[in-house]
Nanobody, 117 residues
Framework: QVQLVESGGGLVQTGGSLRLSCAAS????????MGWYRQAPGKQRELVAT???????YCADSVKGRFTISRDNARNTVYLQMNSLQPEDTAVYYC???????????WGQGTQVTVSS
């Protein structure tokens, strides 16, 4: 089992920045993919960004150039630096870890990000 604990959400004005963190603990494989998803009210959960254990990253077009994903393998922690936040970024952000070729899939409890206009 793997546990994921997110932190760093909050309320910020348009154009502001926030940094989300997600610490993983438990039975973590050396090969895995960590990522961030978000779900706005009334919408489906969507992928924001992912990063592999080797550092390969992917960012959704909607956040490219504004959000940066990174990780500290020694601490089993993934970060999401969010800059130039917009009201449409308002959502609950969830941390995700996949390993064992996707057969194991874990989620954090979510952290609220609210961007006021």
């Amino acid at each position: 089992q793997v546990q994921l604990v997110e932190s760093g959400g909050g309320l910020v004005q348009t154009g502001g920045s926030l940094r989300l963190s997600c610490a993983a603990s438990g039975s973590i494989f050396s090969i895995n993919v960590m990522g961030w998803y978000r779900q706005a009210p009334g919408k489906q959960r969507e992928l924001v960004a992912t990063i592999t254990n080797t550092g390969s990253t992917y960012c959704a077009d909607s956040v490219k150039g504004r959000f940066t994903i990174s990780r500290d393998n020694a601490r089993n922690t993934v970060y999401l630096q969010m800059n130039s936040l917009q009201p449409e970024d308002t959502a609950v952000y969830y941390c995700n870890l996949q390993q064992d070729r996707g057969r194991q899939d874990y989620w954090g409890q979510g952290t609220q990000v609210t961007v006021s206009s």
